[in-house]
């Protein structure tokens, strides 16, 4: 069965530290995609990043870098030089493909990061 | 602007009442989504629609029903025979099958 594993349920660090979200998944699909999401204090989830299985090139964008590997089965999320507007829930989830060629998320429980100044 | 929008954001209601949570989308994405978080959990889906006047039952359906007569429109009810209702409600749209899921600000629902 599709599954999501954020081990960390929250981290603490002070601005300008380096922090490291980890996301381990399972699944059955050969191809799949994994997701990060945001949600702030406000409560709605901010998509961040889609990747495709087949894909498994870092990204950077800008403070936030991911990081994928299939041989670990984890796709974590790096966001390097933390500021306050940081602080949120992230979430990572993957695709399960269900009936009818339809595909779900599978959410993580998340993972709550608060920044201090 | 485009975007999706649940109303209302808190809604309280005695036990036994039905009660509808509204979600629309100007995006004119073919699936929509409906999701259920509680406190310290992730994201459960209740039902999902990838298309005007058909939708199918996510992990945790029962005790919910909805419907989808327009493409815009995606109306979850939370009838009396939901055991557990008071959670966050999240309403999600996505252009296809295996694109991101843009989501709305969620409805807070408490029954008492």
């Known amino acids: 069965a599709q599954k999501v594993t954020q081990a960390q349920t929250e981290i603490s660090v002070v601005e300008k530290e380096d922090v490291t979200l980890d996301c381990v998944y399972e699944t059955r699909d050969t191809t799949y995609y994994l997701f990060w999401y945001k949600q702030p204090p406000s409560g709605e989830l901010v998509f961040l990043i889609r990747r495709n299985s087949f894909d498994e090139q870092n990204e950077i964008s800008g403070r936030y870098s991911w990081n994928f590997q299939k041989s670990t089965s984890s796709f974590n999320f790096t966001i390097t030089a933390s500021q306050v507007v940081d602080s949120a829930v992230y979430f990572c989830?993957?695709?399960?493909?269900?009936?009818?060629?339809?595909?779900?998320?599978?959410f993580g429980k998340g993972m709550k990061l608060t920044v201090n100044p | 602007d485009g975007g999706i929008t649940q109303s209302p954001k808190y809604l309280f209601r005695k036990e036994g009442q039905n009660v509808t949570l509204s979600c629309e989308q100007n995006l004119n994405h073919d699936a929509m989504y409906w999701y259920r978080q509680d406190p310290g959990q992730g994201l459960r889906l209740i039902y999902y629609?990838?298309?005007?006047?058909?939708?199918q039952k996510g992990d945790i359906a029962e005790g919910y029903s909805v419907s989808r007569e327009k493409k815009e429109s995606f109306p979850l009810t939370v009838t009396s025979a939901q055991k557990n209702p008071t959670a966050f409600y999240l309403c999600?749209?996505?252009?296809?099958?295996?694109?991101?899921?843009?989501f709305g600000p969620g409805t807070r629902l408490t029954v008492t």
């Open positions: 989830a993957l695709s399960d493909e269900i009936q009818g060629g339809s595909e779900k998320l599978v």
């Open positions: 629609s990838q298309i005007v006047n058909d939708f």
């Open positions: 999600a749209s996505s252009l296809d099958r295996v694109d991101e899921q843009y």
